[in-house]
C-alpha cells in the first residue's frame, strides 16, 4: 500500500472517530456513535497492517495476540455487570497506559524496526516523543490501577494521605522532568529505565490521596492522560491514525474533566495535578441521632398516584440494585394516571461519566424524559414528588450550606424544593463523599428503606392495584 493511500485511510479513519464521539454525546444517538467508532478502528488496523506488511511469522503473530484479545474482551463485555463498569473503564485505561509504555520501549530497543533510525542513533526528537509518551502512559497505568482498586473496594475509597504528599509529587515531577532531559541528551536505556519507575511512582502518588466522592472526575481524567500517551507515541511511531485517536481522546478526556470540575466546584488545574479532594473527602463527624420519617411502599405509591409532577433522580444506589427496569415500569404506570415523570441527571451521578445514563437507556427510559442538571433544577420548585433512589451527594443541601462540607460548593440537584420528597436508600449511612445528608431529616422528606429494586417492585404491585 502507498504511503498516500495510507494517509487517506488514516484521515477516514479520523473522520470516523470524530462522529463516533459526536455521537456519543447523546444517549439517542450512541448506538450510532459505537458503530462509527468500530469502523474507524478498523480501518486504522488494517490500514497499518497493509501499509507494514509483516512476514508470515509476524502476521501470525499478531493474528494471536488479536484473537487473544478480542475474545477476552468479548468474555468481559459479556459477562461484566453494569455496576461494575466504572472500574472496568479504569482498568482499560491502564491498558492503554501499559501499551505506551510497551510501544516506546521496544522502538528505543529496535528503532530500524519503527524507521526511527538505528541503536544510538534515533533523533532527539524521537527521543523526546518516546520519554513524554512512556511517562504519561506510566503514570496511566498505575494511575489507572489505584482507580479500579478504589472502585471495586479492593482498596479504600477514603483518601490515603500521605506525610508531605506535596512536595513528594513535586520531587517526582522534577526528577521526572530531569530524566527526559537526561534519556534525550545521552539516550541511555539506563535512565529510560528511571523515567518509567519515576512515572510508575507518581502516578500512585497522584491518585492515591482522591477520595472515592472525585472518583468520576478521576476517571476522565485518566482517559484524557491515555489518549496524550498514545498521541506521544503516534509521534514517535510517525502514525497518523495514533496521534489523530489520542488527540481526540486527550481532548475529549479533557473537556469532560473540565466538565466535572464544574459539576464538583473542583479547580481543573488541580484535577489535572491529581491534588484536589485529599484533604476533605470523608467522614464529616459525629453521626445523627434525629428522628426521620418513615414510610412504606404503599405510601409511596399513593402519594405519586396523586401527584402531577414528578422528578426522578437516579444514583449509584440504582445501579447497584439494578432498580432501572422496575423504575421504569413504575413510571409507565404512573404516566397512564396522567402523572407527568421527568428524569434528573447530575453530571457526577454514579461512579464514571454517563453512568445513570447508560443505565436508563438500557431500560429503554425514553430520552426526551431524560434532563441534565442545568436543564431540570428550576423544575422542583413546582414538582410534587422528587423520587430520589439511591443518589446521595449530589442531592445533600450541606453543599449548600457547610462550609467545613468536603462537598461545598458542588452544584447539587435541588430535590428539597419538592412539595415532597420520597427518598429511597438502604438506610442511613452517608454517601460515597462520607458526608451525612440533611435532606432526610427535612419535614417534606419521607425515607423509603430498604433494596432499591424491592421497594420499586412493591410500589409498582401497589400501583397495580
Aim: proline residues 4%; hydrophobic residues 50%; charged residues 15%.
Amino acid at each position: 500500500m502507498s504511503a498516500n493511500l495510507a494517509a487517506l485511510l488514516y484521515l477516514v479513519a479520523g473522520v470516523l472517530f470524530i462522529l463516533a464521539l459526536r455521537g456519543l454525546s447523546s444517549p439517542a444517538t450512541s448506538r450510532e456513535g459505537n458503530r462509527y467508532g468500530m469502523i474507524g478502528m478498523a480501518v486504522a488496523v488494517a490500514t497499518t497492517l497493509l501499509l507494514h506488511l509483516p512476514p508470515l511469522a509476524g502476521f501470525a503473530l499478531i493474528i494471536v495476540g488479536a484473537a487473544a484479545g478480542g475474545g477476552a474482551g468479548a468474555y468481559v463485555a459479556q459477562r461484566i455487570p453494569m455496576t461494575a463498569m466504572p472500574e472496568l473503564v479504569a482498568f482499560f485505561h491502564s491498558l492503554v497506559g501499559l501499551a505506551a509504555v510497551l510501544v516506546a520501549g521496544s522502538a528505543f530497543f529496535a528503532p530500524h524496526a519503527f524507521g526511527i533510525g538505528a541503536p544510538g542513533q534515533i533523533e532527539g526528537g524521537s527521543l523526546f516523543e518516546m520519554s513524554l509518551g512512556a511517562a504519561i502512559g506510566a503514570i496511566t497505568f498505575t494511575g489507572s490501577i489505584i482507580a479500579f482498586l478504589k472502585l471495586s473496594e479492593r482498596m479504600s475509597g477514603k483518601p490515603i494521605l500521605l506525610p508531605e504528599r506535596h512536595t513528594i509529587n513535586i520531587m517526582l515531577g522534577v526528577a521526572l522532568a530531569a530524566l527526559i532531559l537526561l534519556f534525550v541528551s545521552t539516550e541511555s536505556g539506563f535512565w529510560l529505565f528511571l523515567l518509567i519507575l519515576v512515572s510508575f511512582t507518581l502516578g500512585v502518588t497522584l491518585i492515591i490521596p482522591i477520595g472515592g466522592a472525585d472518583m468520576p472526575v478521576v476517571v476522565s481524567m485518566l482517559n484524557s492522560y491515555s489518549g496524550w500517551a498514545a498521541a506521544g507515541i503516534g509521534f514517535t511511531l510517525g502514525n497518523l491514525a495514533l496521534i489523530i485517536t489520542g488527540a481526540l481522546v486527550g481532548s475529549s478526556g479533557a473537556i469532560l474533566s473540565y466538565i466535572m470540575c464544574k459539576g464538583m466546584n473542583r479547580s481543573f488545574i488541580s484535577v489535572i495535578l491529581g491534588g484536589f479532594g485529599g484533604e476533605t473527602a470523608g467522614p464529616s463527624g459525629a453521626k445523627e441521632t434525629r428522628n426521620v420519617k418513615q414510610g412504606s411502599a404503599e405510601d409511596a405509591a399513593y402519594i405519586m398516584q396523586n401527584a402531577g409532577k414528578i422528578i426522578i433522580v437516579p444514583g449509584y444506589g440504582m445501579a447497584v440494585a439494578q432498580a432501572q427496569h422496575a423504575l421504569r415500569e413504575m413510571a409507565d404506570l404512573l404516566k397512564k394516571e396522567g402523572v407527568e415523570i421527568s428524569y434528573a441527571i447530575h453530571p457526577v451521578a454514579g461512579r464514571m461519566p454517563g453512568h445513570m445514563n447508560v443505565l436508563l437507556a438500557e431500560a429503554n427510559v425514553p430520552y426526551d424524559e431524560v434532563f441534565e442538571l442545568e436543564d431540570i433544577n428550576s423544575e422542583f420548585g413546582q414538582a410534587d414528588v422528587a423520587f430520589v433512589i439511591g443518589a446521595n451527594d449530589v442531592t445533600n443541601p450541606a453543599a449548600k450550606t457547610d462550609k467545613s462540607s468536603a462537598i461545598y460548593g458542588m452544584p447539587i440537584l435541588d430535590v428539597e424544593k419538592a412539595k415532597t420528597v420520597l427518598f429511597l436508600k438502604r438506610g442511613m449511612g452517608s454517601g460515597y463523599a462520607g458526608v451525612e445528608n440533611e435532606l432526610f431529616f427535612r419535614p417534606n422528606t419521607m425515607m423509603l428503606f430498604g433494596d432499591a429494586k424491592k421497594t420499586v417492585e412493591a410500589i409498582v404491585k401497589s400501583l397495580a392495584h
